[in-house]
């Protein structure tokens, strides 16, 4: 059922999310056979008739995902008002570490968390 090694991750745009909503809640067809036929997880399935039931068909459009973080050391276009906002959430994060008495050294797999009390988290 999952995709094959090294393979691409599948998109769906939101028609054929409320396709399958509509066969499933108006056709009255159950989960597995949709799942089956379509080459789904039934618990794909059941996550979008949640999303479709809670919030419509806005519920079914793909969600905005990513580090926001990642736009302030690109050259993404960005307002100033949102490179103030994002650098403002950056500054919280690193007060609540100092607050809890740790500090990051290094960056990406190499990062390391030192406690302020000379005693290493890692």
């Not at 949709?34 to 969600?63: F, H, V």
């Not at 490179?83 to 100092?98: M, T």
């Amino acid at each position: 059922m999952g995709r094959p090694k090294g393979g691409k991750n599948r998109r769906f745009t939101s028609e054929y999310k409320l396709k399958i909503i509509k066969r499933f809640i108006e056709d009255h067809e159950s989960l597995r056979s949709i799942a089956r036929k379509e080459d789904l997880s039934d618990g794909m399935i059941a996550n979008w008739c949640k999303a479709y039931r809670q919030e419509g068909t806005e519920g079914l459009k793909p969600k905005k995902k990513g580090n926001p973080f990642a736009a302030l050391h690109t050259s993404k276009s960005m307002t100033k008002e949102e490179r103030l906002e994002l650098e403002n959430l950056k500054l919280k994060i690193e007060n609540e570490r100092l607050k809890k008495g740790y500090l990051v050294k290094g960056g990406g797999a190499g990062k390391e968390y030192v406690s302020i009390f000379g005693k290493n988290t890692k």
